[in-house]
């Protein structure tokens, strides 16, 4: 599956599409390719919320993410066998909440949830990442339709969220890892952020030696550089 970092510049992306309404049965959803890698990502809405929100006014969005087992070169059994998702899992979706609720006013929810569905196809470096992009693609439109629909009054997102992978490898800061350069990068980051450049999270891992300061802003600064990318890819999906 990867290879292309062979011939891809260190501060280009990979090859990015995003295919709206790929799931019809959801409020929304969204097909987002990045590379290799293709994640599923649904929105489903529902006129409920956990039972700490109730009586408050406010919503909730959450996600959850899973891997097909043949989505890698080498079969993942299914996490339902072991009666509970893996500590990855819950660490990732978790992440996809987080992301999704920094950019969505929830008072404008009224107490309804939107669960967000990010299922993993293909998986080739960046899995996380790409459940970002493009969960807010599924939620953006899941939101537009409740907001048509007479269910909510005003939309409740405020800006774009995205999020990218950067590292080090071979000494040489590199964007949007795929899974041969994850697997050989010295130094590993998640960046998620806003469409008005705002950070939601920084990930970053020294795999071996650690690493400069200088090194981290060269880093930060290749993700900006991506996530304005990945941001225009939403917004041209969107037609917004």
Do not use: H
């Not at 005003?154 to 350069?181: C, F, K, N, T």
């Amino acid at each position: 599956m990867a290879g292309e970092a062979v011939t891809r510049a260190p501060d280009e992306l990979r090859p990015v599409e995003i295919t709206r309404g790929f799931q019809e049965t959801a409020e929304g959803s969204a097909l987002i390719r990045i590379g290799s890698t293709r994640v599923l990502c649904a929105a489903s809405f529902e006129e409920t919320v956990p039972r700490f929100l109730r009586g408050t006014g406010g919503g909730w969005v959450t996600a959850e993410y899973s891997m097909l087992p043949r989505a890698t070169v080498v079969r993942t059994p299914r996490e339902v066998k072991s009666g509970r998702p893996s500590g990855r899992t819950q660490e990732i979706q978790r992440l996809i909440g987080r992301s999704l609720r920094a950019v969505t006013d929830l008072s404008a929810l009224g107490e309804n949830t939107i669960t967000i569905d990010a299922d993993v196809l293909l998986a080739d470096g960046g899995t996380r990442c790409a459940s970002i992009t493009g969960c807010f693609v599924a939620l953006y439109d899941a939101c537009r339709a409740m907001l048509e629909a007479g269910k909510i009054e005003r939309m409740p997102i405020r800006e774009e969220v995205a999020a990218i992978s950067v590292g080090i490898v071979d000494g040489v800061p590199r964007i949007d890892l795929d899974y041969e350069l994850d697997v050989a990068a010295s130094v590993d980051m998640n960046v998620v952020m806003t469409g008005s450049g705002r950070f939601v999270e920084v990930q970053g891992t020294a795999e071996g030696d650690p690493f400069e300061k200088s090194e981290l802003d060269r880093l930060l600064e290749l993700a900006e550089a991506g996530i304005k990318e990945l941001i225009q890819a939403q917004r041209d999906a969107l037609g917004i």
